[in-house]
């Protein structure tokens, strides 16, 4: 199984609700990353958790909040959105955390928030 | 200065014809990721090369360490392969620093 699978396909949002995006593996990856993207951009990486621990918070502001509950599973819990936040966000894994391995990636989830 | 720079930033091309995408990094790498992505869609990664060259099919990457400089070849092009083109290049963390992407368009 090489899929990274992640739900919902598509988030609707207001600025005051709570969500969670969901993200899972089952490749015996170690690493798994959050990323950010807007359209006709390349992806911004948000966050990389290695061996469930976070290893890397690019400034991402609070109102994101990643979790890693066990080592196939990642979460992206989302709070008091703000319109600039729509966005495709994908969840990738690889079997560490280096750039030296391969990526997998997600098809993503497309977040719109009103 | 970007760290990754591709061109061209778009292309067309007919159905068939011979492509070729540049990619040219400033940074030390660990690895070189060539990535797809379909409008709309995820990202598929289609190589991940440190030297020399690797064939997928129609695909075909070539890495130049020393001139720091990449290559993505489609063969007998397809408009199944119209998509945006993404180079990445993996230091020696977690990080991957992406290139702006390359849009391709083959024309049947």
């Known amino acids: 199984d090489t899929e990274v699978t992640q739900t919902p396909k598509h988030l609707v949002m207001g600025m005051t609700n709570k969500k969670s995006l969901k993200c899972e593996q089952h490749?015996?990856?170690?690493?798994m990353y959050w990323y950010k993207q807007k359209a006709k951009k390349p992806p911004e990486l948000m966050f990389v958790?290695?061996?469930?621990?976070?290893?890397i918070n690019e400034s991402v502001p609070s109102r994101f909040s990643p979790e890693c509950p066990n080592s196939s599973l990642l979460n992206l819990h989302l709070h008091a959105l703000q319109p600039e936040d729509s966005a495709l966000y994908l969840c990738?894994?690889?079997?560490?955390?280096?750039?030296?391995?391969?990526?997998?990636f997600g098809p993503g989830t497309r977040l719109t928030v009103t | 200065k970007n760290e990754v720079e591709q061109s061209p930033q778009n292309l067309t091309a007919q159905e068939g014809e011979f492509i070729t995408i540049n990619c040219s990094y400033s940074?030390?790498?660990?690895?070189l990721h060539w990535l797809q992505q379909h409008p709309g869609g995820g990202i598929v990664s289609l190589f991940m090369l440190s030297s020399g060259k690797k064939k997928h099919g129609r695909l075909i990457a070539t890495i130049n360490i020393q001139e720091k400089h990449s290559s993505l070849h489609i063969t007998a092009s397809h408009p199944r392969d119209s998509a945006v083109y993404i180079c990445a290049v993996g230091p020696f963390n977690e990080k991957l620093t992406f290139g702006t992407g390359t849009r391709l368009t083959i024309i049947p």
């Open positions: 990738a894994s690889s079997q560490a955390g280096t750039g030296a391995y391969e990526q997998y």
């Open positions: 958790y290695s061996y469930e621990k976070l290893s």
């Open positions: 490749m015996g990856h170690r690493a």
């Open positions: 940074v030390g790498i660990s690895a």
